[in-house]
């Protein structure tokens, strides 16, 4: 199981940390992505970061986000800075299947990942 946490609101420029914690299984050998939903749309590719800890971005959040994991607390993170209206969403972490890697090509694809979490709301006030 993996869930969220660390959503709010806060001001444009401001800065939230998510947090994915998994229980049920280790998340050394699972890579995580990070995807955002908006009313009206499919869910979007944020970030991810692999099994070794190589990261991928949205063009849209390079530089104002950092994916990050933590195996020994089971946790997988999502630092978001610079903060902007347009990064209001329900954001949502998930999981590859077992020892599976992931690339550039295959990281923003919603079918690389089987296991996600319920989210987390992020809003963003002008």
């Known amino acids: 199981q993996l869930v969220e946490s660390g959503g709010g609101l806060v001001q444009s420029g401001g800065s939230l940390r998510l947090s994915c914690a998994a229980s049920?299984?280790?998340?050394?050998?699972?890579?995580i992505g990070w995807f955002r939903q908006t009313p009206g749309r499919e869910r979007q590719f944020v970030a991810a970061?692999?099994?070794?800890?190589?990261?991928y971005y949205t063009d849209a959040v390079k530089g104002r986000f950092t994916v990050s994991r933590d195996n020994a607390a089971n946790t997988a993170y999502l630092q978001m800075d610079s903060l902007e209206p347009e990064d209001t969403a329900i954001y949502v972490c998930?999981?590859?299947?077992?020892?599976?890697?992931?690339?550039?090509?295959?990281?923003?694809?919603?079918?690389?990942?089987?296991?996600w979490g319920q989210g987390t709301q992020v809003t963003v006030s002008s």
């Open positions: 049920g299984f280790t998340l050394d050998y699972y890579a």
């Open positions: 998930a999981r590859t299947r077992f020892n599976i890697g992931i690339s550039e090509m295959t990281a923003p694809v919603r079918d690389t990942y089987y296991d």
């Open positions: 970061v692999s099994i070794l800890g190589r990261t």
